[in-house]
């Protein structure tokens, strides 16, 4: 087998595809946080800290020195990067209790009954014409 036929047989499995659409809408949901956090929530919280924009708090190492820039520790930006963490986290939790709580329940549903073998059907019959003879 060339190894061309191996690496789609490996690229179409349902697993890998699973994996990329998994990606693909994490990569989008992390967008929706990040603008949540950032244009929804640290708003009002900068404001009922005193006006503050989260954004641009920091802290200078050193100031600018001709064409070296300062160096910074932009902890405001760290602050809502744990914010953003915290919301991916929790939804993310969330979602993998809610499919453990199906795989429960569909473990712990009771199987379908098993259809009778041919040899019990046989016997049935069986049974059925010697109550019919007496």
């Known amino acids: 087998m060339g190894i061309l036929q191996e690496f789609r047989e490996f690229a179409v499995k349902g697993n890998v595809v699973d994996m990329a659409v998994g990606i693909i809408i994490g990569a989008a949901f992390g967008k929706i946080v990040t603008s ?8 009002p919280v900068g404001v009922l800290v005193g ?10 190492l050193r100031e600018a020195v001709e064409k070296k820039p300062a160096v910074v520790i932009s902890y405001g930006k ?7 963490f915290t919301i991916i986290a929790s939804a993310v939790f969330v979602m993998v209790k ?11 549903a009771p199987p379908p009954p098993a259809a009778p073998s041919a040899e019990s059907l046989l016997l049935s019959e069986i049974r059925d014409i010697l109550k019919e003879r007496k």
């Not at 949540?36 to 708003?43: A, E, L, N, Q, R």
């Not at 760290?78 to 953003?84: A, G, N």
């Not at 809610?98 to 712990?108: D, I, S, Y």
């Open 78 to 84: 760290f602050l809502q990067t744990i914010i953003d």
């Open 51 to 60: 006006g503050v924009d989260f954004s641009d708090l920091s802290f200078v």
């Open 98 to 108: 809610v499919v453990n709580t199906l795989k429960k329940k569909e473990a712990a």
């Open 36 to 43: 949540f956090v950032g244009d929804v929530i640290m708003p």
